[in-house]
């Protein structure tokens, strides 16, 4: 047998070797990109399987306008999300499920075959959705302080959430608003941790038990910003936070401690900086601190292009700086795709290591495990789920809660339900004066027909009927006036107020007139304030017989008339101090700079019947 003839049996043999181990190692390739989660160890497996692009892909969330189906398959895109008011053509169950499917699908069909999870911004239950109940915002549940309905409240808007076939909650913001010229401050349970930490453990218990991942924000010290620090022109929004550590530690990290205790599963970076550094890019609070000191295992993510304000010459320095500093999923609604060619350069150039990387898809792929996502990744709609009587009701409850007594002379209230009641004021019928902002819109809208609910006035009506004016001209036959003055809708930075009066710029400006004509009449007067904050009212309480807080108390406006007919007590306190004069707008017993000598009103103040 020739040395060719034997090599030739040899090399066929070797071959055929080396062609079995190839197939095989292709087919355990494939098999491995699409191998299935179904225990909790197979995340590990799967993440050895997964390219480069593909963990990239898991670590973008893209805004639902800004992204097609082919482009989710395309990218293995983990998250997609809904800015505020970002809704499908068809805003209803039905609608949102099928964009829903949609997207799962394609990521579905993705070489990773992980599907995506969808983030929105639910604050005062689904407010992006027509007919979704809409709760008071957390100022309003702060006054309330009861712990048991916001167990109820994170609940039903993780029960509506599903009902749309979305798995993930931009809520609670665990915020202590220490100077309510924030515009934020609506957002905010209280200027006081205690009081917080009490409300959000339930909240996230009763939104997550709905398969809902909750998102305790935003880390951290986004309340206690200074004055005239604000970013994008804001006067306070996205500022600096100038406290010491021991401070930061000592207000703001008990809140977190909290969530984390209560697994929450997701935590959002705060815009603000403390001093100086901004959060984006603060390794030491999100890795050393609150991943490894507070042992938080869950998904940080970044708010809308809070990248892009971290201090640092190019995006892609910014990039590496915020993914080192341990955030895992980047909120990038617009750039996702350049975000995601800037990450992979930057592993290959070892600026972020792969070890980061797999970190962060550990994390993410455990949230959509812990979601049952990889069991049931497609949605169906539940449109009878969406603001129904159940749900209503407790919103009611929420509101009537909420509610805080500030002045009864003569104990004008309650109203008795055979007087002659003339009801006056902008925010007297109007739901998106009741709503605020966050509601349909990302500013929300000033104006009855946004969603579905019940102003002040149909409730009022439905207790009065003949009885009820809401007519000037009715003045004369009136035993008492009600009238009802509001802020208008504002979010964020927007919401920014230097000297809150009510005239200033985020008050509606006819309040003063109303409450001018109303003096002249010289009958008892009644006031409701609908705002996301106290306001300046020194000039003016001396003329009103009752005063009455609001808040902004969302669609179940009958909570109001439950309460001022006496159906009800009043319960609610205030979870905020009430300043006299702007300069006290700051004050809070938090930072000790609380003398409690000449406040309008007490942290913690409230009458009852
Ligand atoms: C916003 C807010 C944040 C929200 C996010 C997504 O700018 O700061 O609270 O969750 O963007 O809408």
């Known amino acids: 047998m020739s040395k060719l003839t034997h ?73 997609i999300l809904s800015g505020g008011g970002s809704s499908p053509n ?34 005062h239950g689904h407010n992006n959705v027509k007919n979704a109940t809409i709760f008071p915002h957390n100022i309003g549940l702060g006054a309330a302080n009861n712990p048991e309905l916001m167990y109820q409240i994170g609940a039903i808007t993780g029960k509506e959430i599903a009902a749309t076939g979305l798995n993930w909650d931009f809520s609670p913001a665990v915020s202590l608003a220490q100077d309510i010229r924030w515009g934020r401050t609506y957002e905010s349970l209280s ?17 997550q038990e709905q398969n809902i991942a909750a998102t305790a924000k935003h880390y951290i010290g986004d309340g206690h910003t200074t004055f005239g620090t604000g970013d994008n022109d804001y006067l306070i929004d996205r500022g600096d936070v100038q406290i010491t550590e021991e401070e930061l530690r000592e207000i703001h990290l008990p809140s977190y401690k909290e969530a984390v205790s209560n697994n929450v599963k997701t935590i959002m970076v705060s815009y603000n900086s403390v001093n ?43 990039v590496a700086l915020a993914i080192n500093s341990g955030i895992d999923v980047l909120m990038q609604p617009y750039n996702w795709a350049e975000i995601y060619n800037i990450i992979i350069n930057s592993v290959n150039e070892s600026k972020i290591s792969e070890e980061r990387i797999d970190d962060a898809v550990y994390r993410i792929l455990k949230l959509k495990y812990d979601l049952d ?38 104990n004008i209230l309650p109203l008795s339900k055979d007087q002659k009641v003339l009801l006056v004021g902008p925010g007297s019928n109007n739901l998106g004066f009741q709503c605020g902002g966050w509601t349909m819109e990302w500013q929300g809208v ?28 009715k003045a004369e036959e009136a035993d008492v006036i009600v009238v009802v003055i509001a802020e208008k809708p504002y979010a964020e930075g927007f919401g920014d107020n230097e000297d809150l009066t009510l005239n200033s710029s985020t008050v509606y400006k006819n309040n003063i007139n109303t409450l001018e004509k109303v003096n002249e009449l010289g009958k008892p007067v009644v006031t409701i304030l609908l705002a996301g904050r106290p306001l300046l009212i020194d000039d003016y309480i001396e003329d009103w017989d009752a005063f009455v807080m609001g ?26 101090t009430w300043p006299k004069t702007i300069d006290q707008a700051d004050d809070s017993m938090i930072m000790e700079n609380y003398d409690g000598a000449n406040y309008q009103f007490e942290y913690d103040f409230g009458l009852v019947y």
Do not use: C
């Open 276 to 318: 100086k550094l901004k959060m984006h890019e603060n390794k030491y609070l999100i890795t050393d601190v609150l991943k490894e000191e507070l042992g938080f295992e869950g998904v940080v993510v970044s708010d809308w292009e809070g990248i892009n304000e971290i201090n640092a010459p190019t995006l892609e320095e910014k």
């Open 191 to 207: 200027e006081n941790p205690r009081r917080v930490e009490g409300l959000i453990g339930n909240y996230i218990k009763g939104l």
């Open 90 to 123: 068809s805003n209803t169950a039905d609608g949102w499920v099928d964009m829903y499917n949609e997207m799962q699908q394609a990521a579905l069909n993705s070489s990773s075959g992980i599907p995506i999870i969808y983030g929105i911004d639910a604050v």
């Open 551 to 576: 808040w902004l108390p969302g669609t179940e406006g009958n909570g109001v008339s439950d309460v001022l007919f006496g159906d009800y007590n009043f319960k609610g306190t205030l979870p905020m």
């Open 7 to 79: 090599n030739k049996r040899f090399i066929p043999s070797f071959l055929v070797i080396v062609i079995l181990i190839g197939i095989g190692t292709i087919f355990i390739k494939n098999k491995s990109t699409t191998l299935e989660i179904t225990k909790e160890k197979d995340i590990t497996r799967k993440i050895k399987s997964m390219t480069l692009e593909e963990k990239v892909g898991q670590m973008l969330q893209a805004e639902r306008s800004q992204i097609t189906p082919q482009e989710i398959q395309k990218y293995n895109i983990g998250s």
């Open 446 to 473: 000033e104006k009855n027909s946004l969603t579905y609910g019940t102003t002040i006035r149909e409730a009022f009506k439905s207790v009065l009927g003949e009885n009820l004016y809401t007519n000037f001209s």
């Open 373 to 410: 996502l990889f069991d049931n990744p497609m949605a169906k709609s539940q449109s009878d789920v969406l603001g129904n009587e159940e749900h209503r009701e407790i919103a009611r409850k929420a509101v009537r809660e909420s509610l805080v007594l500030l002045k009864n002379e003569e």
